[in-house]
Each structure stands twice: as C-alpha cells, then as structure tokens.
C-alpha cells in the first residue's frame, strides 16, 4: 500500500508520531507490525505515543511516495526550527495549580519528580549502555532527553522547596483579593479599546 495524498486534499498537518513512521518508510517498505518492533527497538517509543496508532492489518505493506518524502521532509524542518504551537498538559496544569489546596499540590508535584527522576535515571542508563562506536548523531535525542529531564527535575525540586518553605502559597481568600486587583471587572469594553 502506498501513503499517498489526494491532490485535492490540504497537506496534512505536522506530527510526531507520523514523521517517525514515514521517517521508517523510507528505509524500506514493510508491515505495520514490523514498523512497531522497529519502532520499540531504536526507543522510539520514548519519543513518541506508539499506542495512539490505529490497528492495521499484518498483511498490508506500506511505502512512502515522493510525495511522503517531501512531506516528511518538510515536517523534519518545521519541527527542528520552530517553537510555537506546543501546548503541554503539565503547563496548562501548572496554570491552574492553585486549583488544588498547597498540600495536594505539593504532594502531586512531588509524584511528578519522582517520576521524573526515574526517566532521568532510564534515559542516562540508555545513553551509558549506547555501543562505544556508534555515532552520537543517533544519540541526540536521548541525550537532549537527559538534558530536558535534568532541567525539569531540578526546577522541581526548587518548587516543591518553595512550597515546603512557604515562599509560594496560595489560599481562597488571597486568590479572591488578587482577582478583584489584577483582572478586569465585568464591564463591556468601550470601542476605543476593542481598536
């Protein structure tokens, strides 16, 4: 089966988990299963959610076309070169953090950094286990792991001290005060301000 785009289709929007499978593709054509091995084999499934892919049969073989080559290699720019457009959950939950009492809140950012140290501990173990020879061009993204989860663990671990400390806090009463100084009120904006 050959990836294809109808020409009359947009061009579909980047993903993680589709430049990794048409990246696949153009070492050779194969099965969905074999790709998945691959996949699990190179720690791919470290970079990507290898669950969220669909089910399809065994027996069908997929290609990349020219088309998919261009296409994947016009996500491999966008992605390495742009910022914008990534939306987390844990900053949108960072946002709303004092939605939760500061005890529950520390507690659940003390399970994150523990969790977090364990995928630091998992990725240095992978990069200490990398055969001497190969080159670090395919170590790149387990050592930019280890440097993202380092970050993260110890900016954890400064918040988690903040909170211990009681140099961040939060309580309804304050919350209500803070709203009531810092948002708008419930008026209509005039029109010299919606210009």
Request: net charge negative.
């Amino acid at each position: 089966m050959l990836l294809t785009m109808p020409p009359s289709r947009r061009a579909p929007q980047p993903s993680s988990l589709g430049l990794i499978v048409l990246w696949q593709l153009f070492a050779e054509p194969m099965h969905a299963y074999r790709m998945q091995k691959l996949f699990e084999s190179q720690g791919k499934d470290r970079v990507v959610n290898l669950k969220s892919r669909a089910r399809y049969p065994d027996r069908v073989v997929y290609a990349i076309t020219d088309a998919g080559r261009d296409v994947a290699r016009d996500w491999l720019r966008q992605m390495l070169s742009e910022t914008g457009g990534q939306y987390p959950e844990f900053i949108a939950a960072l946002s709303l953090v004092f939605g939760l009492p500061v005890p529950e809140a520390r507690e659940q950012l003390d399970l994150r950094a523990e969790r977090v140290a364990e995928q630091l501990d998992d990725a240095e173990q992978s990069l200490r286990e990398a055969p001497p020879a190969l080159p670090r061009l395919f170590l790149l993204e387990e050592e930019y792991r280890v440097a993202v989860l380092r970050a993260e663990l110890d900016w954890l671990r400064g918040v988690i001290e903040d909170l211990d400390e009681g140099r961040i806090t939060w309580s309804e009463e304050w919350l209500r005060g803070l709203m009531q100084t810092f948002l708008p009120t419930g008026q209509e904006p005039n029109e010299e301000e919606m210009t």
